[in-house]
């Protein structure tokens, strides 16, 4: 799995930093200047539930590696833009799978899942050789196929992703993702995000340390 930020908002009045653009959004609302720190002003805000304004910044990532079972998770962000790897247009004649713990530290699983990937991999050849557009093949094949997205989304909602899938109810590689991405953007936006990671890196530790 790899989570890139590819791109972030940027203020293109002051010195080109996310947090000074969500400043000057949210002193419009009170009609007051700046007083030199972005930072103290948003924790303030986002304290009192003022989160909207945080809402004019968006990150985009790049996110490769991971199963259609977990981007079909990811999707279901709806304030957001995607554009996945299409397996309509890409051939899949020897496809990555991403496979959960479970299966992998399982000599009898694993085997059993060799056994059926090697079906779905024979399975999808044969299509193809038979005629079969890579749209119709597509039908063999299973969540675990490796995918690739691209994901924008503004901090405010970035802030309830993280909220949600860096939970126990979360599955662990949703989990990880909305990890990788907390990590990634953070530095660019760390008073919006710096309560929450606190948080959410003492609760998981494991999860964080192997980032």
């Known amino acids: 799995m790899e989570v890139e930020l590819i791109a972030i908002t940027r ?15 949210g002193r419009v609302c009170y009609r007051s200047a700046s007083r030199g720190d972005p930072g103290a002003f948003l924790r303030a805000r986002i304290r009192e ?9 968006s990150a985009t ?10 981007s079909h998770q990811l999707v279901r962000h709806r ?3 995607y554009s996945q790897e ?3 247009y890409v051939s899949l004649e020897e496809p990555e799978w991403v496979l959960p ?3 992998t530290a399982d000599p009898e699983a694993m085997a059993v899942w060799e056994r059926f990937a090697s079906q779905v991999t024979a399975a999808y050849r044969a299509l193809r050789e038979r005629g079969v557009r890579k749209e119709d093949a597509r039908f063999v ?5 490796a995918t690739r997205v691209i994901v ?3 901090l405010r909602e970035l802030r309830h992703l993280f909220r949600v899938r860096i939970s126990p109810q979360a599955q662990w590689e949703i989990r990880e993702v909305a990890a990788r991405m907390l990590e990634a953007v953070y530095p660019y936006a760390p008073s919006v995000f710096e309560n929450m990671r606190e948080e959410l890196r003492d609760r998981f530790p494991d999860l964080f340390a192997t980032l």
């Open 152 to 154: 924008t989304m503004n």
């Open 101 to 103: 713990p479970a299966v």
């Open 49 to 57: 539930g003022h989160e909207s304004i945080i809402e004019h910044v």
């Open 79 to 81: 304030l957001a833009s």
């Open 61 to 70: 990532f790049e996110v490769s590696g991971i199963s259609r079972a977990c």
């Open 86 to 88: 299409s397996q309509r």
């Open 141 to 145: 094949l299973p969540n675990a196929t």
């Open 11 to 25: 203020y293109l009045r002051g010195e080109e930093t996310p947090e000074e653009l969500l400043e000057h959004a």
